[in-house]
């Protein structure tokens, strides 16, 4: 990101409610039109364009002094943001009731000093702010010292503010090493047990024997529980044991809840809530999505980064949980709310995701057999491939292209013989053109060039029955096999997808 877009996005991260609070706090003033002007041409760009702004304020004078009018107003924002959260997110309030004793104690008003840190010392108590903590016993001891307050305490008292203080320095301490064992085994994680090398097996084995892992009843701090039933519930995604994986995380959850102040700390929150779904997902365990999902779109999202959490972790889970339960309008109904997102998250969205997501809107379309729209969908990948991300997806995505067109452009030889030649000349210099992929393309070529229905219905049964044989001697999952099934039985016995999607959902919820 160059600094002269760090204007930019700030401003796009801003929700509306902050919006509307920058322009009441900075007022209607002569002297601030202009920038309520630059602020309001730049919310409304797609993407930073200097070229456009000095063009639209060309008769403007603070255009010849651009970035100096840019850091004045993102200083000018920062100051509104940060009168803004003084009634924000527990921890502003903590610094501000801190700011507000030390004001007090600069003029000697040192009862009021110690009120402010009085509350401040509720509120970081109840939030689990161990080291706010810290920070605000060390300033009331300052402040009753100045105040010559400490000669009239109470030998009982000063030792029970002394062991406070020993006990929360034990949290953090006891808090970074559950971090150390948690970082390590991160990393372990991304592999399964069988692919882990013996140096690598040997310090899994360490973690998990460590006196922290394996005596959690030692544990003291919030966020130290936190961490433990996250090194186990990483440990059982290693051993890939999915019940004990949710077992770990519903911990998590009864913890936050258990609490009450998982509604203060949404953003911690947010992604234990999206793991749990995760676990539930990947082991084909739907039941829980419907109260899970209740209980999120409950929970306020104040912020950015809330929202961005939630789009991220949460809403495309529920998306593929629409689907894989066979909802098929439920998911219709998300795509503009997931078209939206990919729009305002672009900078920050990881590009696996945007593929992932793309990818299966696509699918979905494809479902209700609306091609048109499939088509859309997969050429936001197959245009915009600039990554080395998720291979599969921007490879197949050839693939689902020319079936897609093979719908919306039928009786176009030419235009689909040459689109087949040209993806599969895309895959084969990519060295990603193997067997399978060679006999779809080798069928797809001729089926576009067929125009007799009933020779039409045997190259697809040809093409069903060969991809059947790879399948069974594949060693691997097959991109897109199913997928290709449905439209093949559609081409060839009218079966519509959607219905064929339905009965295969239903043969595994009654086989499982």
């Not at 940060?82 to 009862?111: H, M």
């Not at 301490?173 to 064992?181: A, D, P, S």
């Not at 729209?373 to 490879?395: F, G, H, P």
Request: glycine residues 2%.
């Amino acid at each position: 990101m160059l600094v002269k877009e760090h204007l930019f996005y700030f401003i796009k991260s801003l929700t509306t409610a902050e919006k509307r609070y920058f322009k009441l706090f900075i007022g209607k003033k002569k002297e601030v039109r202009d920038y309520l002007l630059l602020f309001d041409t730049l919310d409304k760009l797609d993407s930073y364009d200097e070229a456009f702004l000095i063009q639209k304020f060309k008769d403007k004078k603070f255009i010849k002094w651009l970035p100096t009018a840019r850091d004045y107003l993102y200083k000018l924002l920062l100051k509104s943001m940060r009168a803004y959260r003084v009634n924000g997110p527990v921890s502003d309030k903590v610094s501000n009731l801190i700011i507000n004793a030390n004001i007090f104690a600069e003029k000697k008003l040192y009862t009021q000093a110690l009120k402010q840190l009085k509350k401040a010392k509720k509120l970081a108590t109840e939030s689990h702010h161990e080291l706010r903590l810290i920070e605000i016993n060390k300033l009331i001891r300052s402040i009753k010292n100045r105040a010559a307050m400490l000669l009239f305490e109470e030998a009982s008292d000063m030792e029970r503010s002394y062991k406070a203080d020993i006990n929360l320095l034990e949290q953090q301490i006891e808090l970074r090493e559950y971090q150390y064992l948690y970082d390590r085994i991160f990393l372990l994680s991304k592999r399964r047990l069988n692919q882990l090398k013996e140096n690598e097996q040997s310090e899994l084995s360490e973690i998990m024997n460590h006196t922290l892992v394996k005596d959690g009843s030692k544990k003291k701090a919030f966020y130290s529980v936190l961490i433990y039933y996250s090194v186990w519930a990483l440990y059982y995604s290693i051993q890939n044991k999915a019940t004990e994986r949710l077992e770990c995380l519903s911990q998590m959850i009864q913890h936050f809840e258990d609490n009450h102040t998982y509604q203060s700390h949404t953003t911690s929150y947010l992604p234990i809530l999206g793991n749990y779904l995760t676990a539930c997902f990947n082991s084909e365990r739907y039941q829980s999505f419907p109260s899970i999902l209740q209980k999120i779109k409950q929970m306020p999202f104040n912020n950015f980064e809330q929202q961005y959490i939630y789009f991220n972790n949460i809403l495309y889970l529920e998306f593929l949980y629409y689907i894989n339960t066979g909802q098929l309008e439920e998911g219709l109904k998300m795509v503009p709310v997931l078209e939206k997102g990919l729009n305002k998250y672009e900078r920050d969205l990881h590009e696996n995701k945007r593929l992932a997501i793309s990818y299966n809107v696509a699918l979905l379309y494809m479902f209700v057999s609306d091609f048109k729209s499939m088509l859309q969908w997969i050429n936001k990948i197959v245009l915009n491939a600039r990554t080395k991300v998720r291979r599969d997806i921007q490879n197949f995505a050839l693939i689902f292209q020319i079936i897609g067109n093979m719908e919306t452009e039928q009786g176009n030889v030419v235009f689909l013989h040459n689109l087949c030649a040209s993806n599969r000349r895309q895959l084969s210099r990519k060295k990603q053109l193997g067997n399978y992929e060679k006999c779809i393309f080798s069928y797809l070529r001729k089926i576009a060039e067929t125009i007799n229905k009933q020779d039409l219905k045997n190259l697809c049964k040809q093409l069903k029955a060969e991809l059947a044989t790879i399948k069974k001697n594949s060693q691997k999952d097959l991109m897109g096999y199913y997928e290709i099934g449905f439209w093949l039985n559609y081409k060839i016995d009218n079966i519509p997808i959607r219905k064929q999607l339905l009965k295969a959902i239903e043969k595994d919820r009654t086989s499982s």
